[in-house]
């Protein structure tokens, strides 16, 4: 047995000689070294990675989806600049408790236009991936505004300030073009109107709003988010987002299986 | 760029277990090699007493460990 | 310390500052109104700082002695007072988002000191700021003594050791101005983004240059897991943070990826920043400060060179674990849990061999602080190490993910492992960097270690607690099959645990300031040792070499 591994490893032999007799030439060249760092470490997130971005054939279409408006986007945005995502997931699992709980579990297709995703890692809250349109507009101004005043063992910061701050619409049409070089399909029209289609939809019967529907769809919540007409805060913005969240598509409904225990 | 998911996936599995396997064996070898042994220990020792500045090369130590630049 | 710099590298250091500032005025102009601008005012500052410090001292004497003969020790010890400096203000920041989860009100009302934007100032701060600034000083100290060579050059080191710091501020204070990508341990935009791989190609460069020119056949096995570190952590950070910004005078940029793919990405980062950041760089820090400190060499090299290809082979499959029962594909999360639990034998054989280093030197461990702190770091990297692999098994990643139980598993690394490893390499560096009989107060030391481990002990258990309760509560039914508790409810079963969890943090803290000030009454007050051989020599011949005629 010896004697044949032996001689199967003989051809390997010439080579680990030579490198002990030449002061590890391999090594002495560090490139070495970093080379093969580099092959150990970067084939396996390769491997991981590179199959996800041909997913697309085999994940469920949902024609349905829809894109964030510009003032969802607006909030999306400010929803990352706050840190919520340290808090709260967007990601219901395939867990009989978390569906009974939250609602059908998330499909991969829901957050195919969320750049970043935000799935989150932490629940010191609870799940927020299915929140759209289970609470009054009201119900999440107050809350934010001080979230004791509805839930007073909450250990949630207070938002108070996103009622002063006027949203920034400028940058918006900036905005959704960076999102569409990176495939989001937004069209010319959305990009041009996006500063303006934020203002329309929270401004409803007026022309503005009309070009909301025009263009994102006649499901698109048109309010005034924060019932204060005349200006549009940043309030406006997370609470229209906050009320989309889990509506862009009907499919988690229609498909839903049987969790996993 | 039409590479079918299956396919990816597959080859992924397959590929994955191979390479894990070549590396393995490669690694152990050259670590348990038994001529590389002496080199192993001294590099161990070698960092017990290194505060007496940088190495000069003029020391009679062997012409192969001169700097490489 | 600039009597160290010929006038040439103070001309170019002068001009490196010059020209940072100059692009901290350019983002300052073009990102008015923007958190861009105020970073440029900040970029402005820091390098305008620097230009005036290295300008004042432009005409001093230049150096006269023979550089070549000494290692080049200057940045590696303004590296770790930075390192000090960091961590108490990023332990300190973690101790108050702690507090309010305990007392929310303790947010005050300003819209900078919501948790969501000071907890990241937090995980930068200690492990950026603390354990990159130790990463980096110990690299400089490390790589200069295992290839008895000089760094090749003066001003490249202090680009690397500044340069990261100004990543490190402009993070952190972008967090608190709401500047982030949402990227979990990757939150700069992409300005700092970009800045750091000009940082990291540079200090790439500088380990290559420096090993290049040893004078060891043989490359130790510490610069191996510091090559690790440097070259992996840049291409998971080109990678991860790959971006559009919305527009070239704004901080504000969107992902390249989404969904899925962005959340495999995210994670394949986030692991592995934990791996090749908290891990392998640290492994290099204990394979030469603990067999150093204990005076008797690595107890298996051989073991050593098999883990670390185990460990580099391994880790950046294990990424998936994070992601059991979500959206992504099924084989992927099986992969990264079977990696996970395979990541178990060369982790273990790592802290194995550290612990049989020790075999014979426990008298050691018992009477110097310093060398506990090696040692216990070395248990709680097999702890944690153990308890990773176990999470990432996924019935029980059912239970603990989004759970507490991942936070204490995190901090047991992160203050059982990687703190305590920086600390105790710290004690065992600053008397050899500046030339001190000792360290100034071994009480001090004493104090800290069992700060830092009731610290330690009482956090984690408190996070095990309530995450395990967390998860259980969270999965409870009642007899007629329905959910037994509100999410209100587990969360009012949690306030007892982040009491206990801010009080362990509290402690840890107060070891940290110990530490700190210790270091800094070192250098102030203790005479300097007269060194025994601190003069020219080969390792071989003991005998001083003639100095080099100026």
Request: charge should be negative.
């Amino acid at each position: 047995m010896m004697k044949f591994i032996r001689t199967l490893l003989k051809p390997f032999a010439a080579f680990f000689e030579a490198h002990a007799k030449t002061h590890y030439r391999l090594e002495r060249h560090s490139m070495g070294l970093t080379v093969g760092i580099i092959i150990a470490a970067g084939v396996g997130g390769f491997i991981e990675i590179a199959p996800l971005f041909t997913i697309d054939d085999t994940v469920e279409a949902a024609p349905d989806m829809r894109l964030y408006t510009p003032l969802e986007q607006a909030g999306r945005d400010i929803y990352i600049r706050e840190g919520c995502y340290a808090c709260h997931s967007q990601m219901i699992r395939t867990l009989r408790d978390e569906v009974e709980r939250y609602g059908p579990y998330s499909l991969a297709v829901e957050s195919q236009y969320d750049h970043p995703m935000l799935w989150g890692s932490k629940r010191t809250g609870p799940d927020l991936a299915r929140l759209g349109e289970k609470y009054s507009d009201d119900w999440h101004v107050r809350h934010l505004v001080n979230p004791r005043d509805l839930v007073p063992e909450s250990v949630m910061p207070q938002y108070a300030f996103l009622l002063e701050a006027g949203l920034d619409t400028d940058s918006l049409p900036d905005r959704l073009a960076a999102l569409r070089a990176v495939g989001v399909p937004y069209t010319d029209e959305m990009i041009a109107n996006a500063d303006s289609d934020a203002l329309g939809q929270a401004m409803p019967d007026t022309e503005r709003s009309d070009g909301v529907f025009e263009r994102y769809g006649d499901e698109t919540a048109v309010r005034n988010f924060d019932d204060r007409p005349g200006r549009l805060t940043e309030m406006d913005a997370l609470v229209a987002y906050l009320q989309i969240l889990g509506q862009l598509t009907d499919l988690p409904e229609q498909t839903q299986i049987l969790p996993e225990e | 760029m039409d590479i079918p998911h299956e396919w990816f996936v597959g080859f992924s599995k397959s590929f994955g277990l191979f390479y894990l396997i070549a590396l393995s064996v490669g690694i152990t070898a050259y670590a348990f090699w038994p001529s590389l042994g002496n080199r192993f220990d001294k590099a161990a020792k070698s960092i017990l007493d290194d505060e007496d500045g940088p190495a000069r090369g003029d020391d009679g130590s062997d012409p192969e460990d001169e700097p490489c630049r | 310390m600039m009597s160290n710099l010929t006038r040439a590298e103070r001309a170019n250091a002068m001009v490196i500052a010059g020209t940072g500032a100059f692009i901290g005025l350019v983002m300052a102009a073009a990102g008015r109104g923007d958190p861009m601008g105020a970073h440029g005012w900040i970029v402005l500052a820091f390098c305008g700082a620097l230009f005036f410090v290295v300008g004042s001292a432009y005409e001093d004497p230049e150096p006269t002695q023979d550089r070549t003969a000494s290692y080049y020790d200057d940045p590696t010890k303004v590296g770790i007072l930075i390192a000090l400096f960091w961590a108490v203000v990023g332990m300190g920041m973690g101790v108050w988002v702690a507090s309010q989860l305990a007392w929310p009100d303790l947010r005050f009302d300003a819209a900078w000191s919501s948790f969501g934007r000071i907890r990241p100032v937090h995980t930068s701060g200690v492990i950026f700021g603390f354990g990159g600034n130790a990463l980096i000083a110990t690299s400089f100290h490390i790589m200069q003594r295992t290839c008895r060579a000089r760094m090749p050059d003066q001003v490249t080191p202090w680009f690397v050791l500044l340069g990261f710091n100004l990543f490190c501020i402009v993070a952190s204070s972008g967090y608190l101005m709401g500047v982030t990508q949402s990227k979990e341990y990757a939150e700069p935009e992409w300005y700092a983004d970009l800045w750091l791989v000009v940082v990291w190609v540079v200090y790439f460069v500088l380990y290559i240059r420096t090993l290049a020119r040893r004078n060891e056949p043989h490359i130790y096995v510490a610069n191996w897991y510091y090559l690790a570190f440097i070259l992996v952590v840049a291409v998971l950070h080109i990678v991860n943070n790959l971006a559009v910004p919305a527009s070239l005078t704004g901080a504000k940029s969107y992902s390249a990826f989404a969904g899925v793919q962005d959340a495999m990405t995210q994670w394949w980062y986030g692991h592995n920043a934990v791996a090749f950041f908290l891990t392998s760089g640290f492994l290099g820090m204990l394979y030469y400060f603990l067999p150093k400190r204990a005076e008797r060499p690595i107890y298996s090299y051989r073991l050593s060179i098999l883990s670390f290809w185990g460990i580099t082979f391994f880790y950046i499959w294990a990424g998936s674990h994070h992601l059991h029962y979500t959206a992504l594909p099924h084989w992927v999360q099986t992969l990264g849990m079977t990696f996970s639990v395979m990541l178990l034998v060369p982790s273990w054989a790592s802290a194995g061999n550290a612990l049989m280093t020790l075999n014979g030197a426990w008298h050691k461990v018992r009477d110097d602080a310093t060398l506990r702190f090696m040692m216990v770091a070395a248990v709680f990297y097999g702890l944690s190490t153990f308890e990773g692999s176990f999470m990432a098994i996924r019935p029980v990643n059912g239970l603990s993910h989004y759970t507490d139980w991942t936070v204490g598993h995190v901090h047991a690394g992160a203050m059982g492992w990687v703190a305590l490893i920086s600390f105790g390499s710290i004690y065992a560096l600053a008397p050899v960097l500046w030339r001190r009989e000792t360290i100034y107060s071994w009480k001090a030391v004493e104090w800290h270690f069992w700060l830092a481990l009731a610290g330690t002990v009482i956090y984690v258990f408190a996070m095990w607690n309530s995450g395990i309760t967390q998860g259980l509560m969270w999965r409870t039914y009642t007899e007629s099959g329905t959910l037994a508790y509100s999410f209100t409810d587990t969360l009012v079963a949690m306030h007892p645990y982040y009491v206990a969890r801010t009080f362990g943090g509290l402690l840890f803290l107060i070891g940290a300031c110990i530490g700190a000030w210790n270091v800094v009454m070192t250098i102030r007050r203790m005479p300097s040792e007269t060194p025994e051989r601190d003069y020219p020599t080969s390792s071989e011949s003991r005998e001083p070499a003639l100095p080099a005629a100026e």
